[in-house]
């Protein structure tokens, strides 16, 4: 299984939309609804902040939001605040007990 | 809430095991859940070791199979990874985690601080 593909970079000005996409193959991002996304600030350990392709853990502020098409998954950060600058990772389940995770994005706010 | 600390040596030499223990603690791994451990070299993305739930089942990276041990103490609360024939490339912050559910198609909730292990002679 190989990595998810995601863009190196992405950025956008405070208040503005942000969209970071994640392809993967019919394996993986195109064959399950299990597609996440984690929000990693530097140093520290990622955080979770979507799970089953749309779904928001408790806590994660409605401004982020997911959603999947054939094989290429995406986050939606509208809204922009300083504080989304980070680095995101997309991650897939990808059959046989086997998880694969996006390259990551750096997402700066300018 | 769910607290998990990393601990292990943070140098390792070429050729040698690394070994790691994940102490859990406001939460008992006997309760269930699913239990991994991701790693990520410095300046690099995040890659998936591995995972064991509190029966004992494993399941690990293709890559990384032939060299990867992950075991479970419930009577410490504890579960650990050991890496065996490290080279340079092994070199990376290792994060214990915690899935969202107990499967392993969870994603992971809860995460250790990571620590960092160094391979060099």
Redesign the interface.
């Known amino acids: 299984?190989s990595?998810l593909t995601q863009p190196p970079s992405a950025s956008g000005s405070p208040g503005q939309s942000v969209t970071i996409s994640c392809t993967g193959t019919s394996s993986d991002v195109g064959g399950?609804n299990?597609v996440?996304w984690?929000q990693q600030h530097p140093g520290k350990?990622?955080?979770?902040l979507i799970?089953e392709v749309s779904k928001r853990?408790s806590g994660v502020p409605d401004r982020f939001s997911g959603s999947k098409s054939g094989n290429t998954a995406s986050l939606a950060v509208s809204g922009l605040q300083a504080e989304d600058e980070a680095d995101y990772?997309c991650?897939s389940?990808a059959g046989s007990?086997?998880?694969?995770?996006?390259?990551?994005t750096k997402l700066t706010v300018l | 809430q769910v607290q998990l600390q990393e601990s292990g040596p943070g140098l390792v030499k070429p050729s040698e095991t690394l070994s790691l223990t994940c102490t859990v603690s406001a939460y008992s791994i006997s309760s269930g859940y699913y239990w991994g451990w991701i790693r990520q070299p410095p300046g690099k993305g995040l890659e998936w070791i591995g995972g064991i739930f509190h029966s004992g089942s494993t399941y690990y990276n293709p890559s990384l199979k032939s060299r990867v041990t992950i075991s479970v103490d419930t009577s410490q609360n504890q579960f650990s990874l050991k890496l065996s024939s490290v080279t340079a490339a092994d070199t990376a912050v290792y994060y214990c985690a915690r899935g969202y559910c107990g499967s392993t198609s969870c994603p992971f909730e809860y995460w250790g601080q990571g620590t960092l292990v160094t391979v060099s002679s």
């Open positions: 299984q990595a399950y299990y996440s984690y350990a990622p955080k979770l799970y853990p990772y991650s389940y007990n086997i998880v694969i995770f996006g390259g990551g």
